[in-house]
């Protein structure tokens, strides 16, 4: 098997990075126990050490902002970045605090090796908000390690066995014991021996070491060298989406809230990529600020829902259209937290051809239209855009039906024959048709094609009239005929089983 670990170093404070809605602007820390855990760069810069105390940190850089560590939402972020890792292999684990493991030995060939799949890999997390060390060994125990000491086997695209095992061995020898899942007080033991290499520690006759330290470090050594199974858990994928960010500051700005929601809008476009399925509705919840004294309808979450013409599973077009739909509601004066729920979603498979550029890139036959009818849709609203739907009924005036702006037909492959060939329907139809049809003298009318015959509707009532609407029966033989200023006509004479009534035309629509 081949495991691969990416470790998320700064992964507590980056948790609360994200949630500023301006961006990162001044020195942060992640403190723990009153101690300095997670410095970012800026606090590092200032003179802000790892291990210091809460108060000698604030010393030295008073814009300092510090962060107490929040172990739960730790785990919920890295569950946040397995549902992302599923793109990549089935098999992901969640190893807490601060790393995921992913089994890739079936992928390589789909990524096309080893190299390409970590760099996207690599890409893939950084586009969540997050920097990982990624490393690849035979054991999850020696991925994670090699992972945390920032090391990697140097391995080719498509590592055989043994390559992969002698190239892991040999990198693990250099990582730190610490880097190791052994217990911290076998550490502190091990560093008084002398001993701060995984190498020097896998020398050592294993059985003198079960006697001094226990089973437990014997059996962390098998699970690294690959002499002792280590099944790891795996994370299952998430059936529905919902995301949520509570903000640390609030905001009043329609435009400040973009980022926050571009955040949330990636980690949709990762769920729906493992998923392989396109939201067709989502809905965002804005919650307000609202205090002690405030009343309970002011603290209530504003909705916005957001619907698409066809399935979308990109990031920067769900956040398009959701922007043009928040710029005609109204928002709390003051915007705390922020949720995203995937309502509806369908397979990507469903959302019409697609074909390759030049740079191989699949879009979809139909992209630029539904685009369209996306932004005007989230400009405007859900009812002020309508489309005519077909509908399976013969009587044409219960053919087409208007309906929400979701143009379903538009998103299955064009037909290869045009309308009214033979192949694709043998009887042409008109584009106008009449509110109701009208009468007329057939003398004036030169018949070029017909008749199609429609006898349909007779389960909703019994036999009616020749102008039956749409909950009455027809009975019709319809003609295309040209008028005598030479417009091509749709005429159609009602079946009657009196032979003695009178033979009456009717008009019911032109060709363009």
Same mark, same amino acid.
């Given at each position: 098997?081949?495991?691969?670990?990416?470790?998320?170093?700064?992964?507590?404070?980056?948790?609360?990075?994200?949630?500023?809605?301006?961006?990162?602007?001044?020195?942060?820390?992640?403190?723990?126990?009153?101690?300095? !855990? @997670?410095?970012?760069?800026? +606090?590092?810069? $200032?003179?802000?050490?790892?291990? =210091?105390? %809460? /108060?000698? &940190?604030?010393?030295?850089?008073?814009?300092?902002?510090?962060?107490?560590?929040?172990?739960?939402?730790?785990?919920?972020?890295?569950?946040?970045?397995?549902?992302?890792?599923?793109?990549?292999?089935?098999?992901?684990?969640?190893?807490?605090?601060?790393?995921?493991?992913?089994?890739?030995?079936?992928?390589?060939?789909?990524?096309?090796?080893?190299?390409?799949?970590?760099?996207?890999?690599?890409?893939?997390?950084? !586009? @969540?908000?997050?920097?990982? +060390?990624?490393? $690849?060994?035979?054991?999850?125990? =020696?991925? %994670? /390690?090699? &992972?945390?000491?920032?090391?990697?086997?140097?391995?080719?695209?498509?590592?055989?066995?043994?390559?992969?095992?002698?190239?892991?061995?040999?990198?693990?020898?250099?990582?730190?014991?610490?880097?190791?899942?052994?217990?911290?007080?076998?550490?502190?033991?091990?560093?008084?021996?002398?001993?701060?290499?995984?190498?020097?520690?896998?020398?050592?006759?294993?059985?003198?070491?079960?006697?001094?330290?226990?089973?437990?470090?014997?059996?962390?050594?098998?699970?690294?060298?690959?002499?002792?199974?280590?099944?790891?858990?795996?994370?299952?994928?998430?059936?529905?989406?919902?995301?949520?960010?509570?903000?640390?500051?609030?905001?009043?700005?329609?435009?400040?809230?973009?980022?926050?929601?571009?955040?949330?809008?990636?980690?949709?476009?990762?769920?729906?990529?493992?998923?392989?399925?396109?939201?067709?509705?989502?809905?965002?919840?804005?919650?307000?600020?609202?205090?002690?004294?405030?009343?309970?309808?002011?603290?209530?979450?504003?909705?916005?829902?957001?619907?698409?013409?066809?399935?979308?599973?990109?990031?920067?077009?769900?956040?398009?259209?959701?922007?043009?739909?928040?710029?005609?509601?109204?928002?709390?004066?003051?915007?705390?937290?922020?949720?995203?729920?995937?309502?509806?979603?369908?397979?990507?498979?469903?959302?019409?051809?697609?074909?390759?550029?030049?740079?191989?890139?699949?879009?979809?036959?139909?992209?630029?239209?539904?685009?369209?009818?996306?932004?005007?849709?989230?400009?405007?609203?859900?009812?002020?855009?309508?489309?005519?739907?077909?509908?399976?009924?013969?009587?044409?005036?219960?053919?087409?039906?208007?309906?929400?702006?979701?143009?379903?037909?538009?998103?299955?492959?064009?037909?290869?024959?045009?309308?009214?060939?033979?192949?694709?329907?043998?009887?042409?139809?008109?584009?106008?048709?009449?509110?109701?049809?009208?009468?007329?003298?057939?003398?004036?009318?030169?018949?070029?094609?017909?008749?199609?015959?429609?006898?349909?509707?007779?389960?909703?009532?019994?036999?009616?009239?020749?102008?039956?609407?749409?909950?009455?029966?027809?009975?019709?033989?319809?003609?295309?005929?040209?008028?005598?200023?030479?417009?091509?006509?749709?005429?159609?004479?009602?079946?009657?089983?009196?032979?003695?009534?009178?033979?009456?035309?009717?008009?019911?629509?032109?060709?363009?």
């Amino acid at each position: 098997m081949l495991w691969v670990a990416a470790h998320l170093p700064q992964l507590g404070l980056e948790i609360f990075q994200r949630r500023q809605p301006h961006g990162v602007q001044q020195p942060m820390v992640l403190a723990e126990d009153g101690r300095v !855990r @997670l410095v970012d760069d800026r +606090a590092r810069s $200032a003179g802000v050490a790892v291990g =210091a105390s %809460l /108060a000698t &940190a604030l010393s030295v850089a008073p814009q300092l902002i510090h962060f107490e560590r929040d172990p739960a939402a730790e785990i919920e972020r890295l569950r946040v970045l397995a549902t992302m890792a599923h793109r990549f292999t089935p098999t992901v684990s969640v190893a807490p605090p601060a790393a995921l493991l992913l089994e890739v030995e079936g992928s390589l060939n789909l990524f096309e090796g080893l190299g390409p799949l970590l760099g996207r890999l690599r890409r893939a997390v950084r !586009r @969540l908000g997050h920097g990982a +060390a990624l490393a $690849a060994a035979h054991t999850p125990a =020696a991925a %994670l /390690a090699l &992972a945390k000491a920032g090391l990697e086997a140097p391995l080719s695209d498509f590592p055989d066995r043994a390559e992969l095992t002698q190239r892991a061995c040999e990198a693990l020898a250099g990582a730190p014991i610490a880097c190791t899942e052994i217990e911290a007080r076998s550490i502190e033991r091990l560093a008084d021996m002398g001993l701060f290499e995984v190498g020097s520690l896998i020398r050592l006759p294993r059985h003198e070491l079960g006697k001094r330290f226990g089973p437990g470090l014997v059996e962390t050594l098998g699970k690294l060298t690959g002499a002792v199974p280590d099944p790891r858990a795996p994370e299952p994928l998430r059936e529905r989406f919902r995301s949520s960010m509570h903000l640390l500051e609030s905001v009043s700005s329609k435009k400040v809230l973009r980022l926050p929601m571009r955040r949330l809008a990636v980690e949709l476009e990762a769920w729906l990529t493992a998923r392989q399925l396109g939201a067709r509705t989502l809905r965002w919840f804005f919650k307000p600020l609202a205090g002690r004294s405030a009343c309970h309808s002011a603290s209530r979450s504003t909705a916005l829902p957001v619907r698409f013409a066809q399935p979308r599973i990109r990031a920067n077009l769900l956040l398009e259209i959701s922007a043009l739909a928040l710029d005609r509601i109204d928002l709390p004066a003051e915007v705390m937290s922020l949720s995203l729920v995937a309502d509806a979603v369908e397979p990507i498979a469903q959302t019409g051809s697609t074909h390759r550029d030049l740079l191989g890139e699949g879009t979809s036959a139909c992209q630029a239209p539904m685009d369209f009818v996306d932004r005007v849709t989230a400009r405007l609203n859900g009812e002020s855009v309508r489309a005519l739907r077909r509908i399976d009924d013969h009587r044409p005036e219960c053919a087409t039906a208007l309906g929400p702006a979701t143009l379903p037909e538009t998103t299955q492959p064009p037909s290869a024959e045009p309308l009214g060939s033979h192949s694709a329907c043998p009887f042409l139809r008109p584009m106008w048709l009449l509110e109701s049809p009208h009468p007329v003298n057939p003398e004036r009318y030169r018949i070029l094609s017909g008749p199609e015959r429609i006898e349909t509707g007779w389960w909703e009532s019994p036999e009616g009239s020749a102008l039956s609407t749409a909950s009455h029966s027809a009975r019709r033989d319809y003609f295309v005929a040209m008028n005598p200023d030479g417009a091509r006509c749709w005429l159609f004479r009602p079946r009657t089983l009196d032979s003695n009534e009178a033979e009456q035309w009717y008009l019911h629509g032109y060709f363009a």
